[in-house]
């Protein structure tokens, strides 16, 4: 079964605009972490905001924000006015316990456009 | 600056001619990985170490080889090379188990 989900493989926004990025994840687990990297053009992964399972608060960073759902499983990302440097793949990613703390289960992706 | 470094950027080979993908890391962390990246897949962990001389295989790991000698190098080594492991190479390095993974800029592989 797939540890983490990304149902959107594209997406387009409006500059300025906000966008979600959708992500699910599946783990037995209590104790998790959840992350998201920007994969822009040029191929290097950017690390952009991290959500501990214990986390009472949703994480944010700057314009990202992360709408953790516990109980849904589900850890969109949120960027608040889009800009065209934006424009990227993203990608979620979970690392749980039970399989082990030593690999970082990464989805699909979803590639970002954002139009002037 | 705090940084991961691999080494070449691209890399063209035939099949069957062995190379190493080089990695290292000036941020003194123990726990070090390789990823492998394909369309529609996402990243795929390799292999990955957890300190000096440990090193255990991910989820992907036939036809590569690693090495942990020192704590800063984790190289890459595809003995004999095919065409199905043309694909996207990132080593990656972190402090903690719940912290955040450090990528390098990755390799694009192509074996032809």
């Not at chain 1, 992350?35 to 053009?41: A, E, G, M, V």
């Not at chain 2, 690693?66 to 984790?74: A, I």
Request: hydrophobic share 30%; aromatic share 12%; with cysteine.
């Amino acid at each position: 079964a797939q540890k983490i989900t990304q149902t959107q493989p594209g997406m387009f926004v409006q500059e300025k605009e906000a966008v979600t990025l959708d992500c699910t994840y599946d783990t037995s687990d209590q104790s998790y972490g959840l992350f998201w990297y920007k994969q822009p053009s040029s191929g290097e992964m950017i690390f952009l905001i991290y959500q501990g399972s214990y986390d009472e608060q949703n994480a944010t960073e700057g314009r990202y924000s992360l709408n953790f759902q516990k109980a849904r499983k589900s850890a969109n990302l949120v960027i608040s006015a889009s800009q065209l440097g934006d424009s990227a793949m993203y990608f979620c990613a979970m690392r749980d316990v039970v399989t082990g703390a030593n690999n970082l289960f990464f989805g699909t992706g979803t590639r970002l456009t954002v139009i002037p | 600056e705090a940084q991961v470094t691999q080494n070449p950027r691209y890399l063209i080979t035939v099949t069957g001619k062995k190379l190493t993908v080089t990695c290292s890391q000036n941020m003194n962390h123990e726990y070090m990985s390789w990823y492998r990246q394909d369309p529609g897949l996402g990243l795929r962990q390799i292999y990955y170490s957890m300190n000096v001389e440990v090193t255990d295989k991910g989820d992907v790991p036939e036809g590569y080889k690693v090495s942990r000698k020192e704590k800063r190098n984790f190289p890459l080594i595809l003995e004999s090379p095919s065409p199905n492991q043309t694909s996207l190479y990132f080593c990656a390095s972190r402090r903690g188990s719940l912290e955040k993974l450090f990528f390098g800029s990755g390799t694009q592989l192509s074996v032809l």
